[in-house]
T-cell receptor
């Protein structure tokens, strides 16, 4: 049972345009969400997070939106740059615990 | 400072052999996680160590898998009698403490295990 789903395995976007990566979850107990970025042969690195008390969190070119009623979150990258080409994982957790549940990842390719 | 390191970076082994994967967490990090990423899958939780507490082994897929953490630092994941379905990238992560939301996880580069 996949509690965190990233239904798009890959996405291609032109440089300078917006990249939108989506993530859906099923467990209503999740209240903390994160996005990680992974380059080949490297471990994932933390990108941005959001708590369920918010519906938006912004950090530079990266914005995460959370729609609790739809159990959906998205990561927006504006403007997209070739260096953003990587695999993006969303992860969810419940506060007070230590377990993170990861999605299967979306491979983003930003075309120059 | 140094990040999380893992060794070896790549391991090819024959079916039925035992393998040991090593993780050196960031100094001072009390929490340590092992994950597995199989082809086309997300990161699958395997085991969690926090300080001197008993580890959470609930994610280990079978009794062929075991892990230990010596002195609250280095961790070793051992897979006995490897099977082809064990082929995956094994990732280690550490964080300053327990609790999601409070402490960021830092990942190592992973060990790619191939069982032939």
């Amino acid at each position: 049972d996949q509690q965190v789903k990233q239904n798009s395995p890959s996405l291609s976007v032109q440089e300078g345009r917006i990249s939108i990566l989506n993530c859906d979850y099923t467990n209503s107990m999740f209240d903390y969400f994160l996005w990680y970025k992974k380059y080949p042969a490297e471990g994932p690195t933390f990108l941005i997070s959001i708590s369920s008390i918010k519906d938006k969190n912004e950090d530079g070119r990266f914005t995460v939106f959370l729609n609790k009623s739809a159990k959906h979150l998205s990561l927006h990258i504006v403007p997209s740059q070739p260096g953003d080409s990587a695999v993006y994982f969303c992860a969810a957790s419940t506060s007070g615990t230590y377990k993170y549940i990861f999605g299967t990842g979306t491979r983003l390719k930003v075309l120059a | 400072g140094a990040g999380v390191s893992q060794s070896p970076s790549n391991k090819v082994t024959e079916k039925g052999k035992d393998v040991e994967l090593r993780c050196d967490p960031i100094s001072g990090h009390t929490a340590l996680y092992w994950y597995r990423q199989s082809l086309g899958q997300g990161l699958e939780f395997l085991i969690y160590f926090q300080g001197n507490s008993a580890p959470d082994k609930s994610g280990l897929p079978s009794d062929r898998f075991s892990a230990e953490r010596t002195g609250g630092s280095v961790s070793t994941l051992t897979i006995q009698r490897t099977q082809q379905e064990d082929s995956a990238v094994y990732l280690c992560a550490s964080s300053l403490g327990p609790g999601t939301g409070a402490y960021e996880q830092y990942f190592g580069p992973g060990t790619r295990l191939t069982v032939t």
